[in-house]
């Protein structure tokens, strides 16, 4: 069977994950540049894999049928069109009876999008998309129009935030046709926001603009169901912005610790904004969860081994905001840096409520935040830190949900994350290490798998906390997490990002981004779960529960995909035959569809072509047939993912970020072409005849 997408041009950049030089400067403070913050000798859980079709290809394949190689919805390179450009209701219907002979998993029937590098939003033949909101688009009462070449704090505090990441989607009863969006804005950059911008010498009204353009946005977005557009509502009494200088209340086992006091709060219960949230969750209980990930790079001036583990510099940081308030400066304020790198919990039906940083969930670079309920009704939380060679985590809460939505009951299921242990993964594969040399080779019994456990670091309870690891209290642990994992020998891992479960099998999915450090020089080599030595295309790990109960502390563990050109042998797709599969690299969020199967956006390509989203089979004789949904345009990143009935969302991250843009110079037109600032948005997409995603 022929191969569907051919790789096209060649990895551009010299970063790692294929990131521009502007994105790893002002998203994660060069950390790929720097010392691996993790030196401790843990075993590592490699990621040498291997490209083998596998025991179970090996009986589909007879049954495959090839599918088209793109649709007409992938517009060619050059062609940027409007934003908000629907596919014509002519073509959906002459297209209608090829899609629905089309072949797929239920959910993912629909012709995959080509490789390219169009500067668009690019979807499949017979959809259509609109930008739902953009950065600097009013959503408070009384905020401006957005107007960059005169933007100050005050009207960025009302309008959209900046570099839109994780997208929640929550129910308006009694609104029609209306929905509650919420959205994380992960960091800014400066150079693509301010024209003549002098990094040497940002002024006091640009950093203020970039503290407003920080944090959270939660807006209203009404439904077209005529044409599945879909549009924020600005002004309504549930609109809300989050940012750098708000409120938060610290709650948990580290609230009130001396770890975590500062002389403008000498209580250790009060911090003031939330910092580089990337993805994130939702819960039972109607709220959202938030992780802050690079928050290290917002710090300056550092010089203990604590902050050096959690990549903090000894010099200036990048936006030089310790210049306007000294709480960024550690040698000033060493416990700020304390109140950072936790996951946020935000209500937003209550728009006069104080988010929350559980505490009790770890303090580290949090890439999400998501939760599976245990049969008695208690949340277990599974995380990652986004690092090489760190670990993944889950929070087993002691206390259980209630149901109702009075004030009592609301108070008490924001405190479920307060109580409860935190554990992290160590991996373990079932081949002898011998047989797993990092050249992608499978070992003997034709499969990447093994068994793992979780190991407790703490356990937080209403009288108090108990630490689990010798040597270290508990506020230890909750606060330097970290190095708590390292004593108890948590597996390395490459780059753990978004951990989802699937809601229909129960089974766990973490995305691990890439990692071209594995195994070069002294840096931990592969093992059988993580496989490959210099990982520039990552690879997904599919965790079972014991028993199938999230609250277990053993679990199973297969490798169900292994990314890169699927002509690569080193690739491998839950053994589905590789002709018949989109290619993908680096892996970074995840999120499911409502049939089970995953859907996976990517950050950093590294196979010459723009990032995307991808859908890809869980289950049936089709598990592991992964096809590509959208890309999006030139220097962005595809966040955020959010898969309803008959609605795609995405989040699109940093157009335009390439190595030499500026206001000047731009990279990108999109989304409103040229002459207009480039500027992250929310994007729709949506089948143009009404029907259902991908069936």
């Not at 009384?142 to 505090?157: I, L, R, S, V």
């Not at 490959?532 to 599919?542: S, T």
């Amino acid at each position: 069977m022929r191969k569907l997408l051919p790789l096209i041009g060649t990895p551009s950049g010299s970063h790692p994950g294929g990131r521009s030089a502007l994105t790893c400067r002002f998203r994660c403070g060069d950390a790929c540049f720097h010392e691996v913050p993790n030196t401790s000798s843990n075993e590592y859980v490699g990621d040498v894999i291997t490209g083998a079709i596998g025991r179970r290809s090996m009986m589909r394949a007879a049954a495959v049928v090839t599918v088209a190689a793109a649709g007409a919805g992938a517009v060619g390179i050059g062609q940027a069109p409007s934003a908000a450009a629907a596919a014509p209701a002519d073509a959906a219907r002459a297209a209608g009876s090829e899609r629905r002979k089309a072949k797929g998993a239920r959910g993912l029937r629909f012709a995959p999008v080509a490789p390219n590098t169009t500067d668009a939003v690019t979807v499949p033949e017979g959809y259509g998309q609109n930008v739902v909101i953009r950065w600097g688009e009013p959503i408070l009462r009384g905020a401006p129009a957005f107007d960059p070449e005169k933007q100050t704090a005050k009207a960025q505090a009302g309008q959209f935030g900046y570099n839109c990441d994780f997208l929640a989607l929550l129910p308006l009863p009694g609104e029609r046709d209306r929905q509650l969006l919420v959205a994380n804005h992960e960091y800014t950059d400066e150079i693509l926001m301010f024209r003549g911008y002098d990094a040497a010498n940002p002024t006091r009204e640009q950093v203020e603009v970039a503290w407003a353009a920080h944090g959270l946005s939660a807006v209203v977005v009404e439904g077209d169901k005529r044409t599945g557009k879909l549009t924020a509502v600005p002004r309504h009494t549930l609109n809300r912005r989050v940012t750098a200088t708000t409120e938060f209340r610290l709650t948990g086992p580290v609230a009130g610790s001396d770890l975590v006091k500062t002389s403008a709060d000498p209580s250790g219960t009060k911090v003031l904004g939330t910092l580089n949230n990337c993805s994130g969750g939702t819960t039972p209980w109607g709220t959202t969860l938030h992780g802050e990930e690079n928050f290290n790079q917002y710090f300056a001036n550092s010089g203990r081994a604590t902050d050096k583990r959690y990549g903090i510099g000894t010099g200036a940081s990048e936006r030089k905001w310790e210049r306007f308030d000294k709480r960024f400066d550690v040698a000033q304020e060493p416990n700020e840096v304390h109140r950072f790198g936790y996951v946020v919990e935000f209500d937003p039906y209550d728009p006069h409520s104080t988010p929350r940083k559980h505490t009790a969930l770890g303090r580290f670079k949090h890439e999400a935040a998501n939760i599976r309920m245990t049969a008695d009704g208690r949340p277990v939380v599974y995380t990652g830190d986004d690092e090489r060679f760190d670990y993944f985590y889950k929070f087993v809460s002691s206390k259980r949900m209630k149901h109702g939505s009075s004030r009592a009951v609301r108070e008490h299921n924001l405190s479920l994350l307060d109580e409860g242990t935190l554990y992290v993964a160590k991996v373990t594969g079932d081949s002898p290490a011998i047989e797993i040399d990092g050249t992608g080779k499978l070992p003997a019994d034709g499969e990447f798998d093994g068994s793992g456990e979780w190991i407790p670091l703490a356990t937080a309870t209403a009288k108090g906390a108990v630490s689990h690891v010798d040597g270290m209290s508990a506020e230890e642990v909750f606060v330097f997490t970290r190095l708590a994992g390292d004593k108890v020998g948590a597996t390395k891992m490459d780059r753990p990002e978004d951990i989802e479960p699937n809601p229909v099998t129960g089974k766990v999915y973490v995305a691990l981004t890439n990692n071209t450090n594995r195994g070069v020089g002294s840096n931990a080599k592969a093992d059988e779960a993580n496989p490959r030595h210099a990982n520039k295309h990552g690879h997904v790990l599919e965790l079972t529960e014991r028993w199938n109960r999230p609250e277990s502390t053993k679990f199973a563990w297969t490798l169900f995909l292994v990314a890169g050109d699927p002509e690569d042998p080193a690739t491998y797709f839950a053994g589905f035959p590789k002709d018949s599969v989109s290619q993908i690299s680096c892996p970074d969020n995840v999120a499911f569809d409502p049939y089970g199967n995953l859907w996976i956006s990517t950050d950093g390509a590294q196979l010459g072509s723009h990032d995307g989203l991808f859908g890809v089979a869980t289950r049936g004789e089709r598990r592991g047939e992964l096809k590509q949904f959208l890309t999006v345009p030139k220097g962005a990143e595809t966040c955020g993912p959010i898969i309803q009935d008959r609605r795609v969302l995405v989040a699109v991250q940093h157009p335009g970020e390439i190595d030499g843009a500026s206001v000047e110079k731009p990279a990108s037109t999109w989304p409103d072409g040229p002459g207009k600032y480039v500027r992250p948005a929310v994007v729709a997409v949506w089948r143009a005849d009404g029907s259902d995603i991908g069936v």
